[in-house]
């Protein structure tokens, strides 16, 4: 199974913009627009942040954008608040269901 | 609203079996393709299997292939995952997921909690 990276760590201060990468290969995000990112606060399940790169679910704030660029997605969070901090993962279809390794976001 | 609610976790001991239940509401369950993600503690997802609409097809990680079996029941609205020969390395939350396609897992469980332990 393909590996999607994540970069372990982000940090950022409140107000602030910050961006998360999520590399994947030709294989998955290269060749397809379905890369989803997901929201997880310890202790709580995770919840659908973006879907098919972009577009944001019922209820997500639109401080929450996605954009994809060969094999690499991006997560931006603009406007940070405290609320924010918690762990992110991508995912992409592809040969078969992986997740990222996941990113850890401080708000500082 | 889409529920998902999931129940069975508990402590096993290692070569032990245990079957995980999910209970689904609000949505019509028989549309969906349903997964089991699951979560070790202190790390990240993972992705465990996942059945097809009408139950035809399953598939499954590699490290569980052969020891753990995805079924559903359309009519009782619930999701199964069997799972046998446990390892310590099983120890998770698993996760009730709906795919709404394309690995769009959209609604989850709160988690049930198995620990593979002596």
């Known amino acids: 199974q393909s590996a999607l990276t994540q970069p372990a760590s982000v940090s950022g201060s409140p107000g602030q913009s910050i961006a998360i990468s999520c590399t994947g290969s030709?294989?998955?995000?290269?060749?397809?627009?379905?890369v989803s990112w997901y929201q997880q606060h310890p202790g709580k399940a995770p919840r659908l942040l973006l879907y098919?790169?972009?577009n944001r679910p019922s209820g997500i704030s639109s401080r929450f954008s996605g954009s994809k660029s060969g094999n690499t997605a991006s997560l931006t969070i603009s406007g940070l608040q405290a609320e924010d901090e918690a762990d992110y993962y991508c995912?992409?279809?592809?040969?078969?269901?992986?997740f990222g390794g996941g990113t850890k976001l401080t708000v500082l | 609203e889409v529920q998902l609610v999931e129940s069975g976790g508990g402590l096993v001991q290692p070569g032990g079996s245990v079957r995980l239940s999910c209970a689904a509401s609000?949505?019509?369950?028989?549309?969906?393709?349903m997964t089991w993600i699951r979560q070790a503690p202190g790390k990240g997802l993972e992705w465990v299997a996942h059945?097809?609409?009408?139950?035809?097809?399953?598939h499954y990680i590699d490290s569980v292939r052969g020891r753990f079996t995805i079924s559903r029941d359309n009519a009782m609205k619930s999701l199964y995952l069997q799972m046998n020969s446990l390892r310590a390395e099983d120890t998770a939350v698993y996760y009730c997921?709906?795919?709404?396609?394309?690995?769009?897992?959209?609604?989850w469980g709160h988690g049930t909690l198995v620990t593979a332990s002596s």
């Open positions: 030709s294989s998955d995000i290269g060749t397809y627009k379905y």
């Open positions: 098919e790169v972009s």
């Open positions: 995912t992409s279809f592809g040969s078969s269901p992986v």
């Open positions: 997921v709906r795919d709404s396609g394309w690995y769009r897992f959209e609604y």
């Open positions: 059945i097809k609409e009408d139950g035809s097809a399953q």
């Open positions: 609000g949505f019509t369950f028989s549309s969906f393709y």
